[in-house]
Structures are given as structure tokens and as C-alpha cells.
């Protein structure tokens, strides 16, 4: 369109020039006429002719040729009025207002930069004949990511001030389902065991939640990258996919894709060598080469080996040195020899540390977790350990490091961590509900990262069916400067049991004060070893209602032989271990803690008696984002005098969230004789969970699992005594939870099956929890 109209405007300038110009003239003057933002300067800048140049008819054409292609007008003519030269123009419109609306998949800003590729931007002169390209590079972004039904409707509307309004309505659709993937060229491996190395798959049962079939060009593109490295780990040393086609169905919903590929020969490992320069022994680094002579030769091998030398490098300062492999290739023998080339490069220093983007946490509470010393020979190792425990601080919710060079400085670096910090609510309200405890009220001050200090405060109020509970802790994580913990633990408490599935007809009341200390000690390699060491002190009180009828047997019988007025001290030890790479969600890694309690008499009628406890979580990372987890919890208790005279309530219980879910809130174990057979606990608890952690693209605060629990509470003294029933054996159950950091704190909701049920036991296939532990 622009030629045509060049084209025909120079053709009716041939009539019109012979009008001013039948002679030749010199110009004096040159007028613009028409103009509306642009500055006669420019165009002046663009002519082919000066003032005090003489005009000559064929040189007409050239000045409306050359101001085309300025790309300002719409429309060019020339006029004369003695000896000026009159320019008569039109010019386009600008884009005033662009507006992209139906977009979502691919955001704004970045459809605008595309835009902005093709000149198409607010304030830019407005082009229709670019209209189409517009289209096009637009939908060329959704076809790279499968939506090959997205349509584009662009329409163009006149604002004031010649600018024109770009509305651009997008339709994304959905992305297209792969149908069917097809391998051509392999003899070495099936098809199908070569379509398992992909990252994408056809539709499938866990398709839904993977999103694995939809179909995009990333997606394939990482997938022939893996399905190659099959390849190289298995000694196909110049495998080649050769290519790859994706067939669209008329539909276009779906899609076809094919993978030729050429194996080639295997190789294998005729020898290999270490050279270079050597700041550590070489023996110590060729230790380090997991390779053998005869060996299949292994891409992923290698990378394990140089990424071996690499760490043990950079734990002694040369974070920047590089092995660079050079491969001699046997073509007729089929070997490769490896030379593994080191270039050590300068030992780097850290001169400074620096923490960004921690607007509630103060500096020194992040720098004590610092491992890497500022001043200090720079160490990896050090590095990504400062790194992972600053994210097992529970007030951080990510962190990303990044190293430096200082400029002018060619062995030193920077260190900067960037944060990404939790909410936390200085005051809380709270209203719930809990199958267990019905309908909850509480309110109070829950600070784990109390005025940015990293010292815990909480002072809390609940009250439901089942206790009223009134508390104050205080932490502070380094009461000493060198990790020394402090807890402090103040509560009163008043609980019937009887409305939490437990056995009724009393009430207890408790007074609670302790102080714990947590000592580091090791050092471990990614883990943070603790022993704990502390001392409290207990006050209990039975109540029994007016009418012992409902009592059970087991109950009144402890008070008849003790008493209902308890008190106690408390000496606690433990040990902890946290190999976690997170505190919130973690990925990999494991927590572990063992507890002793030893519960001494504050006066001679109190009870004498213990309690042990073990619970474990383990996170570790398979395929494709799944995880998989375990959950383990034993615990015993028992008097140190007859195994009757430990204390009922400080049984151990078992059932619903935490526990064997599936079952009521503390309904599984032992019975007792009243009319409705409550749950007493038992003073033995076994309690495990292997789950599925499904990958999530949704939020980085939702996390699902698949799950099978399993677990029971016991008596190991005979209960059917005191007209109670026995445990059974271990309960089982399967089902799909689901975990959600809400604004109102961590929300865990499960949906469960029984599968191996037995009479009187009390099911229950939907619970909830508020205030759950995601680690």
C-alpha cells in the first residue's frame, strides 16, 4: 500500500509541477503548511533542497520521495507562491492510548515489549500497514507456548488531536494436549523407555496436576536436551537429534510430535588424566574422579567429577576456577581419553556482606547466621551454607545469593544475600473451628520475629469445648553469641476431655513454667545439630464432676491410689538434628528430635515417672518436581515405680491430622468402660506417614500430597482390668491433603480412607486443622 501510494501521488505530481515549476526557480523561501506536532526544522532536515538552491521540475519528485520515507505523513503536495516553496502535508496520526485486554498466560509488559520491537508504543507514530506483523508476532508468542487457537482482534478508533486509540482483544485459548509422541531412528533403547526421559508426555492420570502433556516449544526443547543426554550417559558419545516435527490437528487442540534421532556408536573410557594448576594435591583432587578405564563413558559422570574439583577448589578460596575437559576420541577402537585441565585462577577474599530487600529483619540477626566470615579466603561451601540457614529461619521465606567482583580488585568479591520475608502479625484475632475442639475463640501477640530482632514473643488466649488456655513464651535464638538458645514457657490451662473424644467426667487444671536452652554443637556438613537442656516445674489439679458415674474405672481409680493434687518438677534433655533446606516447605533434607523428661516430685505425694519421644520428617526430591516425604513419630512413657501408677494424663493419643488421618481426632487406642467408651491414650505411641508431594503450579503457598498413614496408641499394662478394650492393631488409612499459607496463618485440609477398620472406631473422611506445621 505505502508503494502504490507513492506511486501515485509522484504520478499526479507530473501534472501538478508544471503549474509552479514550468521554469526552473531559485527557492528563498520554504513554508510548511499543515503541520501539527512535528517542528518545520525536522522536516526542513529531511530536503533534498535548500534556500538559494535552484528548483528544477524533475527534482520534485525526490522531496516528496524523501519525506515518505520519514514515516510522518499520510499525504504530500507541492505548491509555489512567487519564490517560496509551499509544502502542503498531512500528517499521521500518533498512537495515543494502547489498551491489551483477555491476556493473562502472558503478561502485559511483556506484550508490550514486543510491541515496542515493532515501533507500536504510546506516543509513536501510528502505522496501519504494520497492523498485521502486530498480529502475527503476538500470536507467534502464544504458538510457542501451545495456545495455537489464540486469536487476536485489533481495532483502531480516532481520539482528538489526530492520535488514534490501538485496542488489542486477545483470546488465549488453551494450550494444545499432546496426543502422541513417536521416536524415529533409535535401536538401542524401546521407544518407550526413551518417550520416560522426556519431560513431556501424553495425557495421563497424574497429567492433571503435572500439566506434562500441554505442549510448548520450551517444553520440547528441554526434552530433546534430556532425551540426548540419556544418550551421553550411556556412552553414545555423538548422538544427534537429528530433528523434530509437531503435527496440529484440525482443531487445533491437540498435536503429534516426532523425534529422529541418530545414535551413533558406544564408547567407553580408555583412561583419562588431571592437568594444570595444582593449589591442592593432586592426588586429593583425582580422588575426586569417580572414573575408571573400560567405564561406559558418562556426560553426567564427568559433570559430577569436574563439579567435585570445582567445590573442593572454591572451599579453599578459588570460587572462580575452571576445569576445562578435552576428549581424544578412538574412532576405530570406539574410547575416548579424558583430560581433565585445571585452571585454578586468582584465591578470592570477601571483602564485604550485604543483605537486601530484609525490611523488617534487622542486619545483625540475618549476619549472625553468616558462615562466611567478611575478610575472610571466600569458601562455596561456607556461602551455601549461610544460604541455608538463613532459610530455615522461619520469618524468611526465600533467599537468593549472588557473588560480586569488586571493581578494581581481582581477588576480592561481594557477597549479597537477597531475602524474601514472611508476613507476621504483630496482633492476632482469631475465631475457628476444629472437628475436635468445635468452635475456637483466641486472640493474642504472636511475634517470631519480634521489632525485626529474630527473638520469639507470644502471649495467647484460646477457649473452646475442650480447654481454656492462657500463655506467654519468650525465645531468643542467640541468648549467647555463640547460638546458645533461651526459652521461657509460662501457661495456665483448664481441659475437659470429654469434649475432645477423651475420656470424661473430670476437669483438669494446669500451671505450666519451664526454660530450655539449645545448644549448637558439630559442625555437620548441611546440618545443625542441637542439644537441649532444661527444667520446669507442673502444677496439676483433677476435678471430678458432681456425679462419678460417668468416671472411668481406670481414672477413678489413679485418684483413689494418688490423689488428684500434683506437683512436679520437670528436667528435660534432648537432641535435635535439622539437615532441611527450609524451614517453610522444605525440598530436601531431614528433621529429627529425641526427647527424655524426667518428672520429679515437688512434694511427697507427687509421682515419679518419665517420658521418651522421637519424631522425624524427611523431604527428598524424584522426578519431574514430585517429592516424596515420611513422617515418623515413637513415644513411651512409664513410672519408675509399677507401670499403673503412670499418670493417665500424660498419655500419648492418636487419630486425625498429625496422626493417622482417616480416624477422629484422638479417638484411636485403648477404651474406657463408661457408657460411651472413650479414648484413655496409651503411654506407648507408634505413628508413621509416607507421602507424594504433588508438583504445584498454582501458588508457592499450596502444597498437596497423596498419603498413607499408619499408627495406634498402647497400654503395655493389661486396661481390660478397669473394663476397658485393647488398641487392636495398627491402624491404616490413605487419602490427599492439601496445605495452604493463608493470610491468617497455615491451613492443612485432608480428605481420608479408612482401610483397615474395626468396630468402634469413630471415622472421620474430611478434616481440617488451623495452625498446622508444614516442615
Same mark, same amino acid.
Given at each position: 500500500?505505502?508503494?502504490?501510494?507513492?506511486?501515485?501521488?509522484?504520478?499526479?505530481?507530473?501534472?501538478?509541477?508544471?503549474?509552479?515549476?514550468?521554469?526552473?526557480?531559485?527557492?528563498?523561501?520554504?513554508?510548511?503548511?499543515?503541520?501539527?506536532?512535528?517542528?518545520?526544522? $525536522?522536516?526542513?532536515?529531511?530536503?533534498?533542497?535548500?534556500?538559494?538552491?535552484?528548483?528544477?521540475?524533475?527534482?520534485?519528485?525526490?522531496?516528496?520521495?524523501?519525506?515518505?520515507?520519514?514515516?510522518?505523513?499520510?499525504?504530500?503536495?507541492?505548491?509555489?507562491?512567487?519564490?517560496?516553496?509551499?509544502?502542503?502535508?498531512?500528517?499521521?496520526?500518533?498512537?495515543?492510548?494502547?489498551?491489551?485486554?483477555?491476556?493473562?498466560?502472558?503478561?502485559?509488559?511483556?506484550?508490550?515489549?514486543?510491541?515496542?520491537?515493532?515501533?507500536?508504543?504510546? !506516543?509513536?507514530?501510528?502505522?496501519?500497514?504494520?497492523?498485521?506483523?502486530?498480529?502475527?508476532?503476538?500470536?507467534?508468542?502464544?504458538?510457542?507456548?501451545?495456545?495455537? &487457537?489464540?486469536?487476536?482482534?485489533?481495532?483502531?478508533?480516532?481520539?482528538?488531536? +489526530?492520535?488514534?486509540?490501538?485496542?488489542?482483544?486477545?483470546?488465549? #485459548?488453551?494450550?494444545?494436549?499432546?496426543?502422541?509422541?513417536?521416536?524415529?531412528?533409535?535401536?538401542?533403547?524401546?521407544?518407550?523407555?526413551?518417550?520416560?526421559?522426556?519431560?513431556?508426555?501424553?495425557?495421563? /492420570? /497424574?497429567?492433571? @496436576?503435572?500439566?506434562?502433556?500441554?505442549?510448548?516449544?520450551?517444553?520440547?526443547?528441554?526434552? /530433546?536436551?534430556? /532425551?540426548?543426554?540419556?544418550?551421553?550417559?550411556?556412552?553414545?558419545?555423538?548422538? +544427534?537429534?537429528?530433528?523434530?516435527?509437531?503435527?496440529?490437528?484440525?482443531?487445533?487442540?491437540?498435536?503429534?510430535?516426532?523425534?529422529?534421532?541418530?545414535?551413533?556408536?558406544?564408547?567407553?573410557?580408555?583412561?583419562?588424566?588431571?592437568?594444570?594448576?595444582?593449589?591442592?594435591?593432586?592426588?586429593?583432587?583425582?580422588?575426586?574422579?569417580?572414573?575408571?578405564?573400560?567405564?561406559?563413558?558418562?556426560?553426567?559422570?564427568?559433570?559430577?567429577?569436574?563439579?567435585?574439583?570445582?567445590?573442593?577448589? =572454591?572451599?579453599?578460596?578459588?570460587?572462580? *576456577?575452571?576445569?576445562?575437559?578435552?576428549?581424544?576420541?578412538?574412532?576405530?577402537?570406539?574410547?575416548?581419553?579424558?583430560?581433565?585441565?585445571?585452571?585454578?585462577?586468582?584465591?578470592?577474599?570477601?571483602?564485604?556482606?550485604?543483605?537486601?530487600?530484609?525490611?523488617?529483619?534487622?542486619?545483625?540477626?540475618?549476619?549472625?547466621?553468616?558462615?562466611?566470615?567478611?575478610?575472610?579466603?571466600?569458601?562455596? =561451601?561456607?556461602?551455601?551454607?549461610?544460604?541455608?540457614?538463613?532459610?530455615?529461619?522461619?520469618?524468611?521465606?526465600?533467599?537468593?545469593? %549472588?557473588?560480586?567482583?569488586?571493581?578494581?580488585?581481582?581477588?576480592?568479591?561481594?557477597?549479597?544475600?537477597?531475602?524474601?520475608?514472611?508476613?507476621?502479625?504483630?496482633?492476632? !484475632?482469631?475465631?475457628?473451628?476444629?472437628?475436635?475442639?468445635?468452635?475456637?475463640?483466641?486472640? =493474642?501477640?504472636?511475634?517470631?520475629? @519480634?521489632?525485626?530482632?529474630?527473638?520469639?514473643?507470644?502471649?495467647?488466649?484460646?477457649?473452646?469445648?475442650?480447654?481454656?488456655?492462657?500463655?506467654?513464651?519468650?525465645?531468643?535464638p542467640y541468648f549467647t553469641t555463640d547460638g546458645i538458645s533461651r526459652s521461657v514457657n509460662i501457661s495456665a490451662s483448664r481441659v475437659d476431655p470429654g469434649q475432645a473424644n477423651l475420656t470424661k467426667s473430670y476437669t483438669m487444671n494446669e500451671y505450666d513454667i519451664s526454660d530450655t536452652y539449645s545448644i549448637p554443637f558439630g559442625p555437620?556438613? &548441611?546440618?545443625?545439630?542441637?542439644?537441649?537442656? #532444661?527444667?520446669?516445674?507442673?502444677?496439676?489439679?483433677?476435678?471430678?464432676?458432681?456425679?462419678? $458415674?460417668?468416671?472411668?474405672?481406670?481414672?477413678?481409680?489413679?485418684?483413689?491410689?494418688?490423689?488428684?493434687? @500434683?506437683?512436679?518438677?520437670?528436667?528435660?534433655?534432648?537432641?535435635?538434628?535439622?539437615?532441611?533446606?527450609?524451614?517453610?516447605?522444605? $525440598?530436601?533434607?531431614?528433621?529429627?528430635?529425641?526427647?527424655? &523428661?524426667? @518428672?520429679?516430685?515437688?512434694? %511427697?505425694?507427687?509421682?515419679?515417672?518419665?517420658?521418651?519421644?522421637?519424631?522425624?520428617?524427611?523431604?527428598?526430591?524424584?522426578?519431574? &518436581?514430585?517429592?516424596?516425604?515420611?513422617?515418623? *513419630?515413637?513415644?513411651?512413657?512409664?513410672?519408675?515405680? +509399677?507401670?499403673?501408677?503412670?499418670?493417665?494424663?500424660?498419655?500419648?493419643?492418636?487419630?486425625?491430622?498429625? %496422626?493417622?488421618?482417616?480416624?477422629?481426632?484422638?479417638?484411636?487406642?485403648?477404651?474406657?468402660? $463408661?457408657?460411651?467408651?472413650?479414648?484413655?491414650?496409651?503411654?506407648?505411641?507408634?505413628?508413621?506417614?509416607?507421602?507424594?508431594?504433588?508438583?504445584?503450579?498454582?501458588?508457592?503457598?499450596?502444597?498437596?500430597?497423596?498419603?498413607?498413614?499408619?499408627?495406634?496408641?498402647?497400654?503395655?499394662?493389661?486396661?481390660?482390668?478397669?473394663?476397658?478394650?485393647?488398641?487392636?492393631?495398627?491402624?491404616?488409612?490413605?487419602?490427599?491433603?492439601?496445605?495452604?499459607?493463608?493470610?491468617?496463618?497455615?491451613?492443612?485440609?485432608?480428605?481420608?480412607?479408612?482401610?483397615?477398620?474395626?468396630?468402634?472406631?469413630?471415622?472421620?473422611?474430611?478434616?481440617? %486443622?488451623?495452625?498446622?506445621?508444614?516442615?
Amino acid at each position: 500500500m505505502k508503494k502504490l501510494l507513492v506511486v501515485l501521488v509522484l504520478f499526479l505530481n507530473g501534472f501538478v509541477a508544471p503549474v509552479f515549476a514550468a521554469d526552473a526557480f531559485v527557492v528563498r523561501h520554504i513554508d510548511v503548511e499543515g503541520l501539527q506536532r512535528i517542528d518545520s526544522e $525536522t522536516v526542513y532536515s529531511y530536503l533534498p533542497i535548500k534556500r538559494g538552491e535552484v528548483l528544477r521540475p524533475e527534482k520534485t519528485t525526490a522531496i516528496i520521495k524523501s519525506l515518505y520515507k520519514t514515516g510522518f505523513f499520510d499525504h504530500i503536495t507541492l505548491s509555489r507562491n512567487g519564490d517560496t516553496l509551499i509544502i502542503h502535508v498531512i500528517e499521521r496520526p500518533t498512537i495515543g492510548q494502547l489498551k491489551i485486554t483477555g491476556n493473562s498466560v502472558i503478561p502485559t509488559d511483556k506484550l508490550t515489549s514486543v510491541m515496542k520491537s515493532l515501533d507500536i508504543a504510546e !506516543g509513536r507514530v501510528y502505522n496501519r500497514a504494520i497492523l498485521d506483523r502486530i498480529k502475527q508476532s503476538l500470536l507467534n508468542q502464544y504458538f510457542e507456548l501451545g495456545r495455537y &487457537n489464540a486469536r487476536i482482534d485489533i481495532d483502531v478508533s480516532p481520539l482528538p488531536r +489526530n492520535r488514534v486509540l490501538v485496542k488489542i482483544d486477545i483470546s488465549e #485459548g488453551i494450550t494444545a494436549k499432546i496426543r502422541r509422541i513417536t521416536i524415529i531412528g533409535n535401536h538401542a533403547y524401546s521407544e518407550k523407555k526413551l518417550v520416560q526421559q522426556l519431560t513431556i508426555t501424553r495425557q495421563g /492420570l /497424574l497429567t492433571f @496436576f503435572t500439566q506434562t502433556d500441554q505442549y510448548s516449544q520450551e517444553k520440547l526443547d528441554a526434552s /530433546l536436551e534430556g /532425551l540426548r543426554n540419556f544418550y551421553l550417559d550411556r556412552g553414545y558419545l555423538k548422538v +544427534n537429534v537429528k530433528s523434530s516435527q509437531v503435527s496440529i490437528t484440525p482443531d487445533r487442540k491437540s498435536v503429534y510430535v516426532t523425534i529422529v534421532v541418530e545414535e551413533g556408536e558406544k564408547y567407553t573410557v580408555k583412561g583419562f588424566t588431571l592437568t594444570g594448576e595444582f593449589v591442592v594435591p593432586r592426588s586429593q583432587l583425582i580422588g575426586l574422579i569417580r572414573i575408571k578405564p573400560g567405564d561406559t563413558f558418562s556426560r553426567q559422570v564427568v559433570m559430577d567429577s569436574e563439579k567435585a574439583i570445582s567445590d573442593e577448589l =572454591g572451599k579453599v578460596g578459588y570460587i572462580y *576456577a575452571t576445569i576445562n575437559l578435552n576428549p581424544t576420541i578412538d574412532e576405530k577402537n570406539r574410547t575416548v581419553f579424558l583430560d581433565f585441565n585445571l585452571k585454578a585462577g586468582k584465591r578470592m577474599y570477601v571483602r564485604h556482606i550485604y543483605f537486601t530487600d530484609n525490611t523488617k529483619t534487622n542486619d545483625e540477626v540475618l549476619r549472625r547466621e553468616m558462615q562466611q566470615m567478611e575478610g575472610g579466603v571466600a569458601s562455596t =561451601g561456607a556461602m551455601e551454607e549461610s544460604k541455608r540457614r538463613l532459610n530455615l529461619l522461619p520469618y524468611l521465606k526465600d533467599t537468593e545469593m %549472588s557473588v560480586v567482583p569488586v571493581p578494581n580488585k581481582d581477588n576480592q568479591v561481594d557477597l549479597n544475600y537477597k531475602v524474601t520475608e514472611n508476613n507476621s502479625a504483630e496482633l492476632t !484475632g482469631r475465631i475457628g473451628y476444629s472437628q475436635a475442639q468445635h468452635v475456637i475463640l483466641g486472640a =493474642g501477640v504472636n511475634q517470631k520475629n @519480634f521489632l525485626g530482632t529474630g527473638k520469639t514473643l507470644g502471649l495467647n488466649v484460646e477457649t473452646s469445648r475442650y480447654q481454656r488456655f492462657y500463655g506467654a513464651s519468650y525465645t531468643d535464638p542467640y541468648f549467647t553469641t555463640d547460638g546458645i538458645s533461651r526459652s521461657v514457657n509460662i501457661s495456665a490451662s483448664r481441659v475437659d476431655p470429654g469434649q475432645a473424644n477423651l475420656t470424661k467426667s473430670y476437669t483438669m487444671n494446669e500451671y505450666d513454667i519451664s526454660d530450655t536452652y539449645s545448644i549448637p554443637f558439630g559442625p555437620e556438613k &548441611n546440618a545443625i545439630n542441637r542439644l537441649d537442656l #532444661g527444667y520446669g516445674y507442673q502444677n496439676t489439679l483433677i476435678t471430678f464432676a458432681n456425679s462419678r $458415674t460417668n468416671v472411668s474405672t481406670l481414672v477413678a481409680d489413679f485418684a483413689n491410689r494418688h490423689g488428684r493434687h @500434683f506437683q512436679q518438677f520437670d528436667l528435660m534433655m534432648g537432641l535435635s538434628r535439622d539437615s532441611r533446606d527450609r524451614a517453610i516447605f522444605p $525440598t530436601r533434607g531431614a528433621r529429627q528430635a529425641i526427647g527424655l &523428661n524426667l @518428672f520429679l516430685p515437688a512434694e %511427697s505425694q507427687s509421682l515419679r515417672y518419665y517420658t521418651m519421644n522421637y519424631s522425624g520428617a524427611w523431604f527428598h526430591p524424584i522426578v519431574n &518436581n514430585f517429592l516424596v516425604t515420611a513422617r515418623g *513419630a515413637i513415644g513411651y512413657g512409664n513410672s519408675f515405680s +509399677n507401670g499403673e501408677d503412670y499418670p493417665f494424663f500424660k498419655n500419648f493419643y492418636a487419630g486425625g491430622i498429625g %496422626s493417622v488421618r482417616g480416624f477422629t481426632t484422638n479417638t484411636l487406642g485403648p477404651k474406657d468402660n $463408661t457408657p460411651n467408651h472413650q479414648s484413655t491414650g496409651g503411654n506407648l505411641l507408634a505413628d508413621a506417614s509416607l507421602g507424594l508431594i504433588l508438583p504445584n503450579y498454582i501458588s508457592d503457598n499450596l502444597r498437596t500430597t497423596l498419603f498413607v498413614d499408619a499408627g495406634n496408641v498402647y497400654q503395655t499394662f493389661d486396661n481390660r482390668k478397669y473394663g476397658g478394650t485393647g488398641s487392636g492393631p495398627l491402624r491404616y488409612s490413605a487419602g490427599i491433603s492439601a496445605e495452604w499459607l493463608s493470610p491468617m496463618g497455615p491451613i492443612e485440609v485432608s480428605m481420608a480412607r479408612p482401610i483397615n477398620v474395626r468396630p468402634g472406631d469413630d471415622l472421620k473422611a474430611f478434616d481440617f %486443622s488451623l495452625g498446622a506445621n508444614f516442615g
